[in-house]
């Protein structure tokens, strides 16, 4: 095969070639960890694709080889009535683009193998929505690469395709023209990633996490990036596809809660972080889902820890043995350092955390829930205030102007109301999810419990957590893994005088 | 329709939020003089009130917001443009995540694989930041410009998205995300209108 490489142990390709997520994946296999069967068509695939305007020769029997081992892996057959074969097809390039590419579900599920699947099954409700998610996200891979100067080379009318194959190579079409869209080639702009290296794609076995009540996705930390204390750390969905958190259909549950619910699939995801942490050396991030309690892996990145929770994982796996002294110095830049800096919440037991959201605009605030920006705009005459809104629309600037933090239960880090927060220096919170603002009984909900408007909440725009209370802040001056590893720096650079943190860092560098 | 020569004070308030009367006059494309009086006249049929406080200014009431989509929603009906907004509307959507993109990349940027806040002493990377931004603009452009062909009152903002970029082009960079007369203001304000004469919630 020149083309496609499967995902088994003995695939050897560099990550350039495979992109990060395929060469995560095959990591994953060789450690014996539960990857869904599939293979990776090669970034060089894409980049002659973007050159010639068509796929190129040979990769098309290859494709229906490739296919053929899902198949033979599977015991399944892709596109047909008895127990089809249904597949993912999703971009991967060697640097990752978050949410920049294409990504198609389900796809497979023909007319056919819908009714064949309904019928394996015995759940034709979870089948139709299962189709009804191939079919959008098959129509929106088309609509993101329409305006694409590619748009004229792609092939056509597959949309309406009802032969899985013909499916598969539009997919794999729509996934290399996404790598020119627009966005994405602002996002490189603004990355430093190289426009020629393209995007590999991914096809794999499906896996559903909406299958049944036990199955479900989610995403695990095999510790906590806010802290970087050595405890799991996530969210999971049960019962869903993880594609619902985004569409904010449905709400994510903290990750401790599988443990009560499944057992055997905690347990399983609790040796997998070991046994990754192991691999890698590092703290790592992991995406899963789980079917019928069975656990799958679907995504692993290494590192990605910044500020004071980076610094803590660097000397704590220094402890461990798993790295020595140096890595540990060599993992943390100065940025680690300033960014330890930040003002954060003040932690502690007991703190009582209404919701988490994500961190939108780092700093702590602290002040009385306001639901609308007219009662914002009123309150904050007397003293301060955090706006609680689902979304913020520009009917709510006032009400941003007036508060001292704002927090949105829907949007993401890049939502209208994260730039807006950052645009006015405001501590914000988005995402989170847990929350409904209720205006008319002037309260917000989490769960069972009502939270008032006027009751005193404290946010923190660095980890996205909202706790009841004033809490104050707390900036880093004592921190014992710091001065631990300042310690090691100063062992290193021979200099042990007075001066600030970022020099003892820099002397120590100089010497790794 | 209770006479729809204040219709621009009304729709422009309904988009802006909250406003003092140069910011209406600036969305609505009047002179201020001209917008002072649609919204006297808007205030006493108490569609608009002001409150005099330091976040007050001009804000349109619930009866005012009514109001205001009825117009709307009877411009739409009467020039038969549904559809081309609707349209204009969805290439606008794939620009908008984009446009966030680019906002957040301002005020934030990845050093050493930490994300931290854009000092702006990186003069290179802002220039950047800035040559995307242009680059959008020309694809936004095309979408202003099917929106105006569809109803007229679009039209505003084009001149007003221009006009912020060229302020941040002459070195007033915060006018690109940061001021309430920047780029990414207006194009909240563009997101708001199309929702609102849409008639389409928020997501």
Redesign the interface.
């Known amino acids: 095969m020149n083309w496609i490489h499967p995902l088994t142990p003995e695939t050897d390709e560099s990550p350039a070639l495979l992109g990060g997520k395929g060469h995560g994946l095959v990591a994953l296999r060789r450690l014996g960890l539960p990857v869904p069967p599939g293979f990776v068509i090669g970034t060089h695939a894409c980049r002659a694709y973007l050159r010639d305007g068509r796929l190129p020769e040979g990769l098309d029997a290859e494709l229906v080889i490739a296919v053929q081992g899902l198949e033979a892996a599977t015991g399944r057959r892709f596109g047909a009535a008895q127990r089809p074969l249904v597949v993912s097809v999703r971009s991967g390039a060697a640097v990752s683009m978050p949410g920049m590419m294409s990504t198609v579900l389900n796809l497979g599920l023909t007319t056919e193998a819908t009714g064949g699947l309904a019928a394996e099954t015995g759940n034709p409700a979870f089948v139709q929505e299962a189709r009804q998610r191939f079919l959008t996200s098959f129509a929106a891979a088309f609509r993101e690469t329409t305006d694409d100067a590619q748009a004229a080379t792609r092939p056509s009318g597959m949309a309406a395709s009802d032969d899985a194959m013909d499916q598969l190579r539009a997919a794999v079409c729509a996934v290399f023209a996404s790598w020119h869209t627009p966005r994405a080639t602002t996002y490189r702009e603004l990355h430093d990633i190289p426009h020629e290296s393209g995007t590999a794609v991914i096809v794999q076995a499906m896996v559903f996490g909406n299958r049944d009540e036990h199955s479900g996705t989610g995403v695990a930390f095999s510790r906590d990036p806010n802290t970087g204390e050595k405890t799991p750390f996530g969210d999971v969905l049960f019962g869903r596809q993880g594609e619902d958190v985004v569409s904010g259909r449905s709400t994510t549950r903290p990750l401790s809660e599988l443990a009560g619910r499944e057992p055997a699939v905690w347990g399983d995801l609790l040796a997998a972080l070991h046994r990754i942490e192991q691999h890698y050396r590092d703290a790592c991030h992991v995406e899963f889902t789980f079917e019928a309690g069975c656990l799958w892996l679907l995504q692993v990145r290494p590192g990605g820890f910044t500020g004071r929770a980076a610094i803590r994982v660097a000397v704590d796996l220094a402890d461990e043995q798993l790295i020595d002294r140096r890595t540990a110095l060599r993992r943390i830049s100065p940025q680690h350092l300033r960014n330890a800096h930040t003002p954060r919440m003040r932690a502690g037991d007991g703190l009582d955390v209404l919701a988490r959201g994500r961190g939108a605009c780092p700093g702590v605030a602290a002040g009385r829930i306001a639901v609308t920006a007219d009662r914002a705009a009123r309150m904050a005459a007397d003293g301060p205030v955090i706006l609680v809104r689902p979304y913020t629309s520009p009917l709510d600037m006032h009400g941003l102007a007036a508060a001292t933090g704002i927090v949105t239960s829907r949007g993401g880090p890049t939502s209208h109301a994260a730039v807006v927060a950052r645009a006015m220096g405001k501590p914000g919170v988005v995402d989170a999810t847990a929350l409904t603002v209720d205006v008319a009984a002037e309260c917000v909900r989490a769960g069972e419990r009502v939270v008032a408007e006027g009751t005193v909440v404290t946010i923190d725009g660095t980890s996205g957590e909202i706790v009841i209370g004033n809490l104050g802040t707390a900036t880093v001056t004592v921190d014992s893994h710091l001065n631990r590893l300042l310690d090691w720096a100063d062992e290193i650079s021979g200099n042990r005088s007075q001066r600030p943190d970022q020099e003892r860092l820099i002397a120590a560098h100089a010497r790794l | 329709m209770t006479g729809s020569d204040e219709s621009l004070a009304l729709h422009a308030l ?5 406003a003092e009367l140069s910011r209406v006059a600036d969305a609505a494309g009047l002179p201020e003089a001209e917008a002072e009086s649609q919204l006297i006249d808007l205030a006493v049929a108490g569609l608009v009130t002001r ?1 005099p ?5 001009w ?2 009431t619930e009866a005012g917001r009514v109001e205001d989509a009825r117009r709307i929603t009877g411009e739409l009906d009467a020039t038969g443009a549904r559809d081309a907004v609707a349209a204009a509307y969805e ?1 606008f959507m ?2 908008n ?2 446009l ?6 301002w ?11 854009n000092d702006h002493s990186d003069r290179a990377y802002d220039a ?2 800035l ?2 931004f242009v ?2 603009d020309q ?1 936004a452009e095309a979408v202003c410009a099917d929106l105006a062909a569809a109803l007229p009152r679009f039209r505003r903002y084009r001149t007003r998205l221009a006009a912020a970029l060229d302020r941040a082009q002459s070195g007033a960079l915060e006018e690109l ?2 001021s ?1 007369t ?1 780029y ?2 207006v194009w ?2 563009l ?2 209108d199309l929702l609102a004469t849409l008639g389409i919630p ?2």
Do not use: M, N, Y
């Open positions: 309904r988009c802006i939020g909250f409150t406080s330091e976040f007050g200014g804000g349109l290439k794939v620009l995540p984009e966030l993109d680019l906002c957040s990349a005020h934030l940027r990845t050093v050493d694989g930490v994300v931290a806040s950047r930041v040559e995307r680059d959008l694809r995300v940061d309430t920047s990414h203001i909240f304000q997101h708001e928020r997501q």
